[in-house]
């Protein structure tokens, strides 16, 4: 269904249980203790990570900058932006943390 609009990319956010308590900005992950919340994804109701996601971040390891540059590094390279954004910073995540073929400035 995705595919006959467009492409589509799997980004898998990684972030632990304490900081998604710590952000909860609705107050939900605090109603999920109290038992006044049933079914809570990863409270009392299971979460299963992806297994084939395009892009991980890990927000423990990464920092929000460095998440959406390898985000944006990620659409240069497969084509969904045609403008390559020409910084360091972006040529080092090429280096180190994507996970695709190299792109060539």
């Known amino acids: 269904l995705i595919s006959a609009h467009g492409g589509y990319i799997e980004i ?10 710590k952000r909860d900005t609705k107050g939900l992950y605090a109603k999920a203790k109290k038992g006044e919340l049933k079914g809570f994804t990863g409270y009392d109701d299971p ?8 892009i991980i971040i890990d927000t423990a390891k990464m920092s929000i900058k460095d998440a959406v540059k390898k985000i944006i ?7 969904y932006l045609k403008q390559p954004i020409q910084t360091k910073e972006i040529h080092r995540l090429r280096s ?10």
């Open 96 to 105: 180190s943390q994507c996970k695709t073929r190299t792109y060539e400035a």
């Open 47 to 54: 979460y299963e990570p992806p297994q084939n996601a395009e």
């Open 73 to 79: 590094f990620y659409l240069v390279e497969t084509g």
């Open 12 to 21: 898998y956010v990684s972030t632990s249980y304490a900081d998604c308590e």
